[in-house]
């Protein structure tokens, strides 16, 4: 990395992992960071991941320069509740996924091109009517936004999607 490209203003989507002690108003604390000082929040997924340390996990996938992704990690570091912080997107090989579930409602050639496409996809059919497909798909966002996108012709009528989640690659615990 060049000394330059640190300051770049170009805007950045990273993914991070936030562990924290599992508690009332956690969430709320790590919500009003980013609320508080303007910053961008794409999705946002909790689970709990440790009963027995009552740990849970936050997945924040954020948007902006540079600097200010490295403002934001420094922040969540300072926040009391929490014990780790990991920018998936710097620190390596990550593996991201979400799921979504796709309405679409239509019929004759629409809805064949519906399930032509959704098959494409490996997405799968978990409901169906005589007007209508719920579609469950599971990737990359990317992979999720497109297949959206091809079934906004075909008659998309709602999507629901649970954000995404994260972990890192390798035998490590975070």
């Given at each position: 990395m060049h000394s330059t490209d640190y300051h770049s203003d170009a805007i950045e989507f990273h993914t991070m992992s936030v562990l924290v002690d599992n508690e009332a108003g956690v969430l709320a604390r790590?919500?009003?960071?980013?609320?508080?000082?303007?910053?961008?929040?794409?999705?946002?997924?909790?689970?709990?991941?440790?009963?027995?340390?009552?740990?849970s996990k936050i997945t924040v996938v954020t948007s902006g320069t540079?600097?200010?992704?490295?403002?934001?990690?420094?922040?969540?570091?300072?926040?009391?509740?929490?014990?780790?912080?990991?920018?998936?997107?710097?620190?390596?090989?990550?593996?991201e996924r979400e799921l979504a579930l796709v309405k679409v409602a239509g019929s004759g050639e629409k809805r064949v091109e519906a399930l032509r496409i959704?098959?494409?996809?490996?997405?799968?059919?978990?409901?169906?009517?005589?007007?209508s497909f719920v579609f469950e798909i599971v990737g990359k966002t990317s992979k999720i936004e497109a297949f959206i996108d091809l079934m906004q012709p075909l008659g998309l009528v709602d999507v629901s999607r649970t954000g995404v989640a994260a972990i890192a690659r390798g035998a490590e615990a975070m």
């Open positions: 790590v919500i009003g960071l980013f609320s508080g000082r303007g910053y961008n929040i794409e999705s946002l997924t909790v689970a709990e991941v440790d009963a027995e340390e009552s740990l540079r600097m200010i992704l490295e403002q934001i990690k420094a922040q969540l570091e300072r926040l009391v509740p929490v014990r780790t912080v990991i920018d998936l997107t710097e620190e390596g090989d990550s593996v959704a098959d494409i996809f490996r997405a799968r059919a978990v409901d169906s009517t005589q007007e």
